[in-house]
């Protein structure tokens, strides 16, 4: 059975976030971070909290070779900060994002065949960079349409295709359902075929519009938990989204909503 997590900059915002992530544990939840950078580690080490997902990189991006020699180097800087945490799996995106979610060097078009190669051979060097360190980096799928325009290698699919072409535990998908609703939609069969292919690192998850907690828009998370049992999925399941009313009631819908 799945584990459920949830992330800690999106709910009890009147809180540091260290009683947030006390709070969640309290909960019964796992608890996820983003930059680190930003957050006193040495006081998230103390709580009980478990962290399993961060940032995994500060700096860089997969298209060009000077992006991906600054990614690659904080991305090793992002080892020690979870090694400091004890979190096993580090969160990638296509290219740096600023404090709005916007690429700091965006794509305007579809990514070249030259930029798919460049991608292709950083994300290895990533992936033994994780192997060695006993952790997992995963590359997020991100919506361009209302959130992260201009990122690259934003789509499911495409954030599968690479995962698929590196072919190393070291790297896996971080599925997003929130994103892939926006931008691509079937996404069962999407579950269905990532995880068939033992590409899954983890899910996250909001609904839509608004990305706030399942139960309050469009998508039948019933249906989508429902679908994880029957495949066997055993990885976290991630609430990455703003409580529609309070965080308790978030927290509330959220675990109703995957309990089957």
Not at 44 to 67: C, F, K
Not at 119 to 141: D, H, K, P, Q, Y
Request: aromatic share 6%.
């Amino acid at each position: 059975m799945y584990t459920l997590a949830v992330c800690a900059e999106m709910v009890f915002l009147d809180r540091p976030i260290e009683e947030r992530a006390t709070r969640l544990h309290e909960a019964g939840f796992q608890v996820e971070i983003w930059d680190w950078t930003k957050h006193d580690l040495d006081a998230l080490a103390r709580t009980p909290a478990e962290i399993v997902s961060m940032t995994g990189y500060v700096n860089g991006r997969l298209t060009d070779e000077e992006g991906a020699a600054e990614l690659l180097r904080t991305a090793e800087e992002s080892l020690g900060a979870a090694e400091h945490l004890g979190c096993g799996r580090l969160n990638l995106h296509g290219t740096g994002l600023d404090g709005r979610g916007l690429p700091v060097v965006p794509v305007s078009a579809e990514p070249s065949g030259a930029m798919w190669m460049a991608a292709r051979r950083t994300l290895a060097r990533i992936a033994e960079l994780g192997e060695s360190a006993g952790v997992t980096f995963t590359l997020e799928n991100l919506n361009t349409a209302v959130d992260h325009p201009g990122v690259p290698f934003a789509r499911a699919a495409d954030t599968l295709a690479l995962v698929a072409a590196v072919d190393r535990p070291g790297l896996r998908m971080n599925l997003d359902l929130y994103h892939a609703q926006i931008g691509e939609g079937n996404l069962i069969e999407l579950i269905r075929e990532a995880h068939g292919a033992g590409l899954i690192g983890e899910i996250q998850v909001a609904d839509v519009p608004g990305r706030r907690e399942p139960g309050t828009g469009e998508i039948n998370y019933p249906a989508i938990a429902r679908t994880l049992v029957d495949i066997g999925y055993e990885g976290t399941v991630a609430m990455e989204a703003w409580a529609a009313d309070d965080s308790e009631a978030a927290l509330n819908r959220f675990r109703e909503a995957f309990t089957v």
